[in-house]
């Protein structure tokens, strides 16, 4: 019984962080419609522009939290900008291997720098904050980790229903050109969904790092694990990515518990299958039924 | 082609415009003789030159192409001209040179009849994966095709009763008509005589209906269905004409190598293929021989440059491994050509071509 709890709370924590990281990409989804396939890799940059300025630059860690949140804002940006923008109307497939291909160029430029060793955070969470339950204990970057994505979470969900910005982002997403003749600034809506999302994604890469160790390899292949997350989620649903993120965590964490560990890591694509069969636009996905 | 019918005739090199009169003309592969002849020319130099110049090095880099744009005029047929992304045709590659190697190993058999037999159960395996487009479009398959790829590469590692796993499997020698292949020179001929058939095949199935069929598809689906092509039976044929390809490549890629083992057949292979194919040009058979060709000969570079970085001791003390060099290169020449030149290889030599088609009066 201690193992089935050990297990579900496991689960629930990755899940979690499965969660951060597809909410990022969910939202660059929701604007724009690109898959984003160097996600992994914005996450990764968010965790290594932290170390730099943790360990390198020795700041404190709130001012270091605070200028990564800003780099990865900026860096997102810079890649719309650079990028994505010259796409804007090219047909699916540019735009899926432009992002392939960006992939490829940052996980190049992080092995250059820091190589494919793992590395830690100097410890900085206060140990007061974890959580005894019953015989399960539950560390303090679990807790921290699930404040972060219930506030995010919250703000964004606000963000979206409420704010002008926010909906502007959905009319995008829901028809360019209609939303476009109404007077929405459809290139300001791009770059700032690539900002906030790389911006979300660089806080869930310190979260991540804070909890597995930062590694380039791990982290790029975690943007992929993101796919499953979103698909079970629906791609277009914020909420959905943290409910996908937990289903597919408890399933990985119980599937390498009671089947086999190896399997672990091929059961969410599995299950991705299936779904995409069943009920493609996921659980929460905005229906879209097109028979052709 | 009716001008055949009529027995010899004036080879034409220099068009003035376009006189189609039928709509067959607008089909003809070369528009003037001067493609076919200097096609033929180029064969025979391959044919006559490569084994008899090139060193054993050089013929395995060429070797290598060849089976590169096998694979890639398979992804061609259905990224290009079907419209329909795969991000698993490395791991379709790994199929084709697995059941190539059981063929071989466990039934014994011939290597003439193992790699198509590969290339039909790779078609098998890719249909099952593209059953998903029944229902979906472009990023939905995308990301099945990426379940594919995982879930594919996972077998491959964990079905040890079929593929001996982490061990890998070990290839007799390939014989043909009595012939052994057994080295690279042989196996030149053998690869190149396939891509040349392949490349054929392809080229005519595209001016069929199928290919008609693939490019309606691609250009609108809906508009497709409306005009009575039964779009997901057409996705999921064109689905398996690729993972034949594919399938076909692998099998001779597993005789040639000898001995395979699960590791090269990663997403990594996929994305190498579907660069080849953006680069080469979407939507042009020769633009995947040439980006095949690219993609090879980048590699190869690649790798001699960073042989010298370290023999030469300028990075020494920084460990420079070939993997990050190359990942950044590849990411930076795939994401330079879909901004720059999005049509690929194919579109700058055509634009060479026409450069020289009305000279020296171009203008």
Redesign the interface.
Known sequence: MDFFIQLLVNGISLGFLYGLAAMGFVMIFKSS?V?NFAHGELLAAGAFIFLALVTWAKLPIFLAFIITLLGSFILGFVIERL?LR??IG?????V???T??????????M??IW??NLYVYPDFLPANLSIQLGNVNIPPVYVISTAIGLIFLTFFGLFFKFSSQGIYMRSVADNQTASLSLGVNVRRVFALSWAIAALVAGMSGIVLGTINGINVHDLSSLG?KV??VV?LGGLDSIGGAIIGGLIIGLLETFTGGYLSP??R??IP??V??FI??IR?YGLFGLVEI?R? | MSNEQRGMRKLHYHPCGNFSERYEQELTIYETDFGRTGVLLGLVLLFALVPVIAGPYLIYVINMIGIAAIAAIGLNIL?GFT?Q?SLGHGAFFGVGAYAGAILATSLHFPFWFAVPAAGLITAMVGMI?G??SV??????L???T???Q??I??VLV?WEGLTKGTMGIILPTATIFGFSLDGDRSFFFVIYISLILMTCIAVNIMRTRYGRAFIAIRDN??AA?GMGIP?FRYKLLSFGVSSFYAGFAGAIWAYYMISITTEPFN?GLS?EY??MV?IGG?GSIAGSIFGATFIVCLNEVLRWLTDILMNTGILQGI??TM?????????????LF??FE?RGLAEVWRIVRSNFRLWPFSY
Do not use: C, N, W
């Open positions: 419609s898959l990028f010259p796409l090219e047909s699916l497939i540019y899926i291997m432009l392939v291909g960006l992939a490829s160029i940052f996980k190049g430029l092995l250059l190589g494919g992929l796919f499953p698909i190896s399997l890591d091929v694509y599995i991705l299958v995409l069969m493609p097109e052709v | 990224v419209g992304i994966f059953i998903p229902r979906l479009k472009g990023l939905y995308t990301i099945a990426l379940a594919g995982f879930i590469e996972y964990h689906d809906r269905e779009i997403l994305v579907l660069a953006i979407m460990q420079l993997a990050p060099l190359r990942e950044l290169v590849f990411g930076l020449a795939i994401v879909i901004l999005p």
